[in-house]
């Protein structure tokens, strides 16, 4: 019998018992919570071409093949599917829409030799890129109608130390990407990177985190300003967040955070792996949510990810917990190829369409429906 190292081990154990305890209910609660919306990681379709045609291996990574820039028919196509669907209480599906609120200002950049950094909000790109006439617009059209709830992201997915200091490496794929005005290359499709530019709040040194901390401050508010609303919960990109910046989201007025069943820590300072279970809270620190169901039918093409999926969430109702799934945006783009979104949104309408022949009772919330029922039922 093949024995397990303790990493596997402590991830084999987190996965049961984030499930095993915790916050309980009887109630069959469903939240879709999608994330990197906003994020120009692949800024329009003729990006991966681009990244091609300079020697970047495209087709290593599904992020750079598809995950192009939302545009209006993306938004479209998604939201006609979510209409679809409408729960036992008469209220349609809900995607917890978690953005990204910047993304680099590659002409300024371009003009300091990428020196400097510059940023610009995610609705400037998206009408930058995808000619957009106003994504604003777009987006209240779809929280309106009660299917979209953008939560935070953070500010943008890169780690702006690592970033910078790879811009500035001779020959390296990471500037010959931003060149072509793209930043989000994977360490699959850029053998140079020793570590990923994606965990936006990854440190390497003690002067990084209060460096993040003022990045983590700047993108709530960000949020605050484009969206007329502050963000109820938060997940950090690529899921890693030092624990000395758990107190500064509770002080921005951050309730809930979003994550996998075991915390991810930095490199700087090392930290142990913790256990997350949802409902779960510290001192001065958001309520826990744990993402126990996986869905993500362009990173995983060759599994049934609908069967998977729905055994994920027989588990998790068996178990008397919410079925939060994890599903990213990178499911639903069709930008570069139609086809992938066609794909995604076939996937979701069939689960979704058999999550509901078997428990018709279910429930569709959003993370911030789901921390006032939890806080409610804990007389918070």
């Known amino acids: 019998m ?111 030799q990428f020196w400097e950094y510059h940023f610009e909000p995610f609705t400037d790109s998206i009408k930058r890129y995808q000619r957009s ?34 811009l500035q490496m001779p020959n390296s794929e990471v500037r010959a990407a931003a060149e072509v005005n793209v930043y989000g290359l994977s360490r699959q499709s850029a053998p140079s990177l020793t570590a990923s530019i994606g965990a936006a709040f990854d440190a390497d040194s003690a002067d990084e985190v209060v460096q993040h901390i003022d990045t983590l401050r700047s993108g709530l508010e960000i949020f605050r300003r484009i969206f007329g609303f ?17 107190a500064t989201l509770t002080d921005c007025g951050v309730l809930g955070m979003q994550g996998l069943h075991l915390s991810v820590g ?48 027989e588990k998790a109702f068996t178990r008397k917990k919410p079925a939060i799934i994890c599903s990213h945006r990178v499911n639903y783009m069709g930008g570069v190829d139609p086809d992938n979104r066609g794909r995604g949104l076939y996937s979701l309408k069939t689960l979704i369409s058999r999550v509901q022949a078997r428990w018709p009772e279910v429930e569709f919330m959003s993370t911030p429906e789901l921390i006032n029922v939890i806080t409610a039922d804990r007389g918070g």
Request: proline share 8%.
């Open 266 to 313: 930095p490199v700087y300072p090392p930290e142990m792996t913790r256990i997350r279970r949802t409902g779960e809270f510290g001192h001065h620190q958001p309520l826990s949510l744990v993402r126990n169901v996986r869905f993500e039918p362009s990173l995983n093409p060759r599994s049934d990810v609908v069967d998977n999926a729905l055994r994920d969430i």
């Open 230 to 246: 502050s963000s109820t919960s938060f997940i950090a990109p690529c899921y890693v967040l030092p624990s000395r910046l758990l």
């Open 133 to 166: 006439l106003d994504p604003k617009n777009k987006i209240k059209q779809l929280v309106d109608s009660d299917i979209w709830c953008p939560q935070s992201h953070g500010r943008e997915h890169i780690n702006l130390p690592r970033w910078l200091s790879a």
């Open 2 to 112: 093949k024995r397990l190292g303790r990493n596997s081990l402590v991830r084999a154990w987190g996965r049961l018992t984030s499930n095993q305890f915790g916050w309980h209910t009887q109630r069959k609660i469903l939240v879709i919570e999608s994330d990197d919306w906003g994020s120009a990681r692949i800024p329009h379709p003729n990006a991966p071409k681009e990244l091609a045609r300079i020697g970047i291996e495209v087709a290593a990574c599904p992020y750079l093949q598809f995950d192009c820039l939302e545009g209006d028919r993306d938004l479209d196509a998604l939201g006609s599917e979510l209409t679809s669907f409408v729960d036992s209480r008469g209220q349609p599906l809900t995607f917890t829409a978690n953005y990204n609120v910047a993304n680099p200002n590659f002409d300024r950049m371009r003009e300091a």
